[in-house]
């Protein structure tokens, strides 16, 4: 099991970034994540591998200002 | 003892009044504000007290108008927010808003950059006015500034912001406020910013479409990056922008630039204790909270 902006989401082995977004349908490309308090940048999502436990907050900006 | 009159220490008979105070520095004053708070003549002073004499309707001089704007500030609050330098990222809704707020607080050194100029559709919800049609929205911005606290210092650039001049512009900021209107320029500086300058404090204004729903706006932190907003109303065909809530959101950018800079209001946490006490007490003698 892993927090997803300190909600559960089940876990499993090979879990990247870009999986996991999927997984949630955080489909919108304007899109931030931290894995344990560190950034992941959007180019490594694929290789960016997300562990049993790991804490994972995501920031999706929208237009206005 | 010593107190301070218009930001000058003095040296005054333990037991004077405010009236004793006006009475030696200026005898005119009609408006006394001591300690952050306006007073009447009759209150006693203290030691260490910071005490403002103000006459109504008449221009001060330049050399003691500083003190006089920040007169209701909370005492040695000024003295801190002076010395920071913040960098805003856009000047339309957000940026212009949240900079003005950050001057009238005192804020030492705003760095602003925005591309753009004024124009028609701006004045909606955008700090300026009719007259400033046309002109870079950095040098209206400045001149908005200045007119409401002459002593900020406002350094302009009038460019396209980009991952590569983020660090350039905004490397002496201690803190960067984003205030873009897109979310791709959004992600772009969130992005060059936890690349480049990883551990600087990111204020975002994100989803503040639309009007009422007060309540949703709301400030989150993720790491050094603190979102303010509702995080779901985005501006697009149909959903338009207004000055009142995209001025909370700012303003809700600036607040919490001043809570990075000062730390939490120790004031505001003990009225939260109190209240939490009060309730739990069921100390009526008190009086209640609504």
């Known amino acids: 099991m892993l927090k997803v902006n300190g909600q559960d989401h089940p876990w499993h082995p090979g879990l990247t970034v870009a999986q996991l977004l999927k997984e949630k349908n955080y489909i919108f490309h304007a899109i931030i994540v931290r894995v344990n308090d560190k950034y992941a940048p959007g180019e490594d999502y694929d290789k960016t591998a997300i562990n049993d436990g790991d804490d994972v907050q995501a920031i999706h900006l929208i237009t206005g200002g | ?290």
């Open chain 2, 1 to 290: 003892m010593k107190i301070l009159v218009n930001e000058k220490p003095q040296e005054i008979a333990t037991g004077s009044m405010v009236s004793d105070a006006a009475r030696l520095y200026k005898n005119n004053a009609d408006l006394f504000i001591r300690n952050g708070f306006p007073c009447g003549q009759d209150v006693k002073l203290e030691d260490g007290d910071r005490l403002v004499l103000i006459k109504k309707g008449e221009m001060p001089k330049r050399e003691e108008l500083e003190h006089l704007l920040m007169a209701r500030h909370t005492p040695g609050v000024h003295e801190r927010l002076k010395s920071a330098t913040v960098g805003i990222a856009g000047c339309g809704g957000l940026g212009s808003t949240a900079a003005v707020a950050l001057a009238r607080a005192g804020i030492g050194k705003l760095i602003i950059a925005d591309f753009d100029v004024v124009e028609p559709s701006n004045l909606n919800r955008q700090q300026y006015f009719v007259e400033h049609i046309g002109q870079p929205k950095v040098e209206a911005l400045k001149e908005i500034i200045l007119k409401a606290n002459p002593f900020a210092e406002v350094e302009c650039h009038q460019v396209r912001i980009t991952p590569a001049n983020v660090s350039q512009l905004f490397n002496a900021a201690d803190v960067i406020v984003e205030a873009f209107d897109l979310a791709d320029q959004k992600l772009m500086l969130a992005e060059a910013v936890q690349k480049q300058m990883p551990d600087k404090p990111l204020v975002i204004g994100n989803g503040m479409a639309g009007w009422g729903d007060n309540n949703l706006l709301k400030t989150r932190q993720v790491g050094r990056i603190y979102i303010c907003g509702d995080e779901i109303s985005e501006a697009g065909p149909g959903m338009g922008l207004m000055a009142p809530r995209v001025g909370m959101a700012a303003c809700m950018e600036a607040n919490q630039v001043l809570e990075i800079l000062l730390g939490p209001d120790p004031r505001i946490r003990s009225f939260i204790e109190q209240d939490k006490q009060s309730t739990l007490n069921m100390n009526k003698a008190k009086g209640e909270r609504c």
